[in-house]
């Protein structure tokens, strides 16, 4: 630890005397400045031990030496040394008096110790306690590559709360907490997570210091758990986080020891990062076999990696930046480790949903401007692709088409189900749609854009206009003849009117639009068109 007034008074060759703020003692000296201006402060720092001689001060004089105490201790002056029998036999009483009512430690230093002596010991001791901490921290190093190598980030996350006495905690690019310890330390960890995704909006390397709650920590606010989190990663994008926690600041030692494990862990990201580029382009020809029909190949290819998402039902996902117009392009794996491309960001969420799960998952970049997603049906990544479209798709730029449960047999089914349900996703302007929205149902919805609305208002208008010149209801027996499949009595009915005046409005109906109702393409689209038309076409002028 660092040099105290009381380490400073115990030295023997010293020989100083307390003669005020003997309770103040075991204050830390940072340094040892010797002045006589009678007012140093501007040359202070703060936690200085300051020496004078009372050269150029009036010590005799007691308000004198309040103003001057009273300087002192503002500017953080941790200490005053006075050279006894050099200007004065004895510290001056007012002195003593100004320093006692101040709370200040007063020394007397006798005449035969010079100051140099005092500014070496505490050289010497700031020196040793410098050693000290680097020989701990290299000590720490050692221990966590150590513990990093054998074991893994648990086993280091582990060994750095030991060497700060608190807890440390690893989340992953989502802000998900991957290991933790203590193990009690998991809870505390997980409360943070939203300052964790704040810290990854900053460019990395970034920091903050909060309190275990998550709120922003005042440094004299004493609290009780003081938290620092760290990015990890390389590039300007985090990769993940370290926090660590403690009862008070950090010394010189634990931060060697916090330093080495962000070190650490960062090579281990950027190891898993290549690792999962191997795996992704391992991932893009076990997903051109399925898509081949080569399922067997494709097994065989995947081995464990793969192996268990191959033998359960599997869902088949196609996602697509909502700028995008490109059409598909073949599988390749082009992924830039830096982008913040919005289909970067929902691969991240999705396998670090599978991560938390410990679910197989199989993302492949598809021509830069696509993404394909192999998922277990009904697991942790189909829920958090839900959960993404609803919170962050549509602000994101992205849209997601999601097939019905499939195997490995029916790939290439699953894919044509997912590109149906993109393309219904991106014409209703929706995040997400999934294939079983598309079988079941009317087929009315999917018709619902504004192509298909102009062509209903267009067929209808000429007779939307008639009846709004009150010459008849030729829209509404039409829809009734139509409903009725052309049964002359029934329709009649349903209007309350004759048979004759059904057919005769009929007739004028193919007067006025010139086409046959004996024509079923054209009984197809005038019923489509009703069904589609909302509300009557207002007339032009």
């Not at 193990?183 to 997570?193: D, G, I």
């Not at 410990?358 to 189909?382: F, K, N, Q, S, T």
């Amino acid at each position: 630890m660092p040099p105290t007034l009381a380490s400073l008074v115990q030295h023997s060759a010293l020989n100083l005397t307390v003669r005020a703020g003997e309770d103040r003692l075991q204050t830390p000296v940072r340094w040892v400045h010797a002045s006589e201006l009678a007012d140093p402060v501007p040359y202070m720092e703060g936690g200085e031990l300051l020496l004078i001689t009372a050269t150029t001060l009036d010590a005799d004089d007691p308000e004198a030496m309040r103003r001057y105490i009273r300087r002192l201790v503002g500017a953080g002056v941790v200490g005053l040394g006075f050279a006894i029998g050099v200007n004065y036999e004895d510290v001056p009483e007012a002195l003593v008096e100004a320093a006692r009512e101040a709370g200040l430690p007063l020394l007397g230093v006798p005449r035969r110790t010079p100051f140099l002596a005092i500014s070496k010991a505490v050289s010497a001791a700031l020196a040793a306690d410098q050693y000290r901490a680097v020989t701990a921290g290299f000590e720490a190093q050692r221990e966590l590559t150590s513990a990093a190598l054998a074991e893994g980030p648990a086993a280091l996350l582990a060994r750095l709360a030991a060497h700060v006495d608190g807890w440390a905690a690893l989340y992953d690019a989502s802000g998900a907490v991957v290991a933790a310890a203590p193990e009690w330390a998991a809870r505390r960890a997980a409360r943070l997570t939203g300052e964790v995704e704040r810290l990854r909006e900053r460019p990395a390397p970034a920091s903050a210091v909060v309190g275990a709650s998550g709120d922003a920590l005042d440094e004299a606010s004493g609290a009780e758990d003081r938290v620092e989190l760290q990015s990890l990663g390389t590039g300007r994008r985090m990769r993940g986080a370290l926090a660590v926690g403690t009862g008070a600041a950090l010394g010189t030692a634990e931060r060697y020891a916090v330093h080495s494990a962000i070190a650490l862990l960062t090579l281990t990201t950027e190891r898993s990062r290549a690792l999962q580029a191997a795996e992704q382009r391992l991932g893009s020809a076990v997903l051109r076999m399925l898509l081949s029909g080569q399922p067997d190949h494709a097994r065989a290819v995947a081995g464990d990696l793969y192996g268990g998402l191959l033998d359960a039902p599997f869902r088949l996902l196609v996602a697509e930046s909502a700028e995008s117009v490109k059409p598909a392009q073949p599988v390749k794996p082009v992924r830039d480790p830096e982008s913040d491309h919005p289909l970067q960001l929902l691969a991240e969420a999705l396998e670090a949903a599978a991560s938390r799960a410990g679910e197989a998952v199989l993302a492949v970049p598809d021509g830069g401007e696509r993404l394909m997603v192999l998922a277990v049906d009904g697991g942790a990544v189909v829920r958090a692709c839900e959960g993404y479209a609803r919170r962050e798709a549509e602000e994101a730029g992205v849209v997601i088409g999601l097939s019905a449960p499939a195997g490995p047999i029916a790939a290439a089914g699953a894919y044509k189900q997912a590109e149906q349900a993109l393309s219904v996703a991106r014409r209703r302007g929706r995040a997400l749609v999934e294939h079983e929205e598309l079988a079941a149902g009317s087929i009315l919805p999917l018709l619902a854009d504004d192509a298909v609305r102009a062509f209903a208002d267009g067929v209808l208008r000429a007779l939307y206009e008639h009846d709004a010149k009150g010459r008849g209801d030729l829209v509404a027996s039409l829809r009734a003849w139509l409903s009725r499949h052309g049964q002359w009595d029934a329709a009649a009915a349903d209007l309350g009117v004759h048979r004759h005046t059904l057919r005769y409005r009929m007739r004028r109906v193919e007067e006025i639009l010139g086409r046959s109702l004996d024509d079923p393409d054209v009984r197809m689209e005038l019923w489509l068109a009703l069904k589609t038309t909302a509300s009557p076409v207002p007339p032009t002028e």
